[in-house]
């Protein structure tokens, strides 16, 4: 096996994985991948909450429900069952998240349809304005993290792709 470690993280690329039955190769990436994400996802959530004051589901869902920053973005309303797919997240979860993004009045939820079961949400205009101000943000923020993991810690063809490399982006989807 060959690896590199950074704190209690290890990325693994196992050369012989195909001869050996015990593990797969599928899974010795998933693995590493799994723990990529976990670390980069930690990285952005810390400095996102630093530097914006909010945290990275509260800026992934205005994000979602709001779009873009353009003047005409978020004007739809998004059902919360689209947000819980969109980003993820439980029903649970996402009814907690829209709760605290309601109570720090950047969004507004209201019943959907002729039988009122289900919920919608809209940005407000202050959320559209934390939107505005925590986009760049965040996009520097996530490029900071793959940028401060280092190339040497993911698998090529992923680090390729976090990177922006044109030939990845094909390979992957």
């Known amino acids: 096996m060959t690896g590199t470690s950074h704190g209690d993280v290890v990325c693994e ?4 994985c195909a001869d050996d039955r015990t593990h797969s190769c599928a899974t010795d990436r998933w693995d590493a991948l799994d723990r990529l994400h976990r670390r980069l996802q930690g990285t952005v959530e810390r400095r996102l909450r630093k530097e914006t004051g909010f945290g990275l589901s509260e800026v992934q869902a205005l994000r979602y429900v709001g779009g873009s920053c353009a003047a005409d973005a978020g004007a739809e309303p998004v059902r919360v069952g689209d947000v819980a797919d969109g980003l993820g997240l439980s029903q649970s979860a996402t009814s907690r998240l829209m709760a605290r993004l309601r109570r720090q009045g ?3 939820s209201s019943a959907v349809g002729h039988d009122r079961r ?5 940005l407000t205009s202050a959320g559209h ?8 943000r965040y996009e520097q923020v996530v490029r900071d993290a793959v940028r401060d993991l280092g190339s040497q810690e993911a698998d090529p063809l992923l680090w390729r792709f976090l990177v922006g490399e044109s030939g990845a982006r094909a390979v992957i989807r």
């Open 106 to 108: 950047l969004i507004i």
């Open 118 to 122: 289900g919920v919608q949400v809209l």
């Open 13 to 16: 690329v196992r050369a012989d």
């Open 129 to 136: 304005a934390a939107l505005c101000r925590t986009a760049s």
